[in-house]
């Protein structure tokens, strides 16, 4: 239990100082196309990872199992114009069902 | 505001995932005071696998590091002192970073406010009523819970593929997280994939990134997608 409350207290204080860091950082000066084209390429850069792996990924191996078939039908349901509530339901229920089939 | 319910859906699950791990006390602190999602799977990822704090922690801050970023390009809008700045940043999460995002490299600060507002108390309800469902449900897997997660980052993206530049950054930082995922500690595959992004400092500003930008001297077509802002400084 002390492991989670020294998690919880290190995850506190981090967050918080990370959250400030880029406020602080550059004052009121604007940047330069360059690095704002960069910034911009973070979210999907990072968000793509994230999906990604954990979609795939089992510890450090990569797996397809009904993680992946659900995943792949919020994406279906995304292409189609699905907004993003029935999306990430979908993928709950098809992962589910995969599971109880299987 | 569907991401603000979509919010409330994954503080179910991390709630449901989290009780049997941390206890419900640690887990509802933590989404009380710590109020980013992502950072906290990670987190609870390495303590159910047996890690330390250390690795926890570290993870957590690998996840939350696209918050300097965020927070770098969220800085030109803001105005007042440290602490006033400081403040706007704690009221940064993904999608309302995103909605406030007005071009150009612009932020409406005061709309993001506004945006995350909504999220916090559902997170955190969403987070007891997970722990509450937690004590009932044995395996959240069944119910594919697990599976909320990468959904929910799922949506956030789709919002990004809509430039060529968004899409392929994406699709190279898919590629390389999944090559790392094998040999990376856990946490690392991510980051490194945002590392991808730094391509944009090697070539000129993608114009549909950036329509308001002077490039090449001329007024781009997507500049009517714009709602009209009359901070707009003029060229000297």
């Known amino acids: 239990m002390t492991q989670v409350w020294i998690t919880v207290a290190g995850l506190i204080a981090t967050t918080a100082a990370i959250k400030a860091s880029g406020p602080l950082a550059l004052g009121g000066r604007r940047l330069g196309p360059r690095p704002l084209a960069a910034i ?4 999907p850069t990072l968000l793509a ?26 994406a279906v349901a995304l292409w189609r114009g699905a907004s993003v509530l029935p999306a990430v339901a979908l993928a709950a229920v098809i992962t589910a069902l995969a599971r109880a089939v299987v | 505001m569907p991401f603000a319910i979509a919010a409330g859906l994954v503080g179910i699950s991390f709630g449901v995932l989290a009780e049997p791990v941390m206890g419900a006390v640690a887990t509802l602190v933590m989404s009380a005071f710590v109020f980013a999602g992502a950072a906290q ?33 969220l800085a030109p809008s803001l105005r007042g002192g440290a ?45 007891a009523l997970g722990v509450l469902l937690g004590e009932g449900i044995a395996m959240p897997e069944t119910l594919g819970l697990d599976a909320l997660f990468p959904a929910f980052f ?15 950054a994406a699709a190279l930082a898919a590629a390389l997280a999944l090559t790392l995922l094998p040999f990376a500690p856990a946490g690392v595959p991510v980051i490194a994939a945002s590392a991808i992004a730094l391509i944009a400092l090697l070539r000129p500003p993608d114009a549909t990134l950036h329509p308001d930008l002077p490039v090449f001297g001329h007024v781009h077509a997507a500049e009517e997608e714009r709602p009209a802002d009359e901070g707009q400084e003029a060229v000297p």
């Open chain 2, 154 to 168: 799922l949506a956030l993206l789709w919002e990004e593929l809509r430039t060529p530049s968004g899409r392929l």
């Open chain 1, 40 to 43: 911009a390429l973070f979210a």
């Open chain 1, 49 to 74: 990872a994230l999906v990604v792996t954990e979609t795939l990924g089992n510890g450090s191996e990569l797996v397809i199992d009904e993680r992946a078939l659900g995943i792949g039908s919020a």
């Open chain 2, 41 to 73: 799977f990670g987190a609870l990822a390495v303590l159910a696998d047996g890690g330390s704090a250390t690795a926890a922690i570290a993870a957590a801050v690998l996840l939350n590091a696209r918050f300097i970023t965020m927070g770098l390009a």
């Open chain 2, 83 to 127: 602490l006033r700045r400081a403040a706007y940043g704690q009221a940064m999460i993904d999608a309302a970073w995103a909605l406030a995002n007005r071009g150009g490299g612009r932020f409406d600060p005061d709309f993001m406010v506004g945006a995350t507002l909504p999220h916090y108390p559902v997170w955190i309800a969403g987070t």
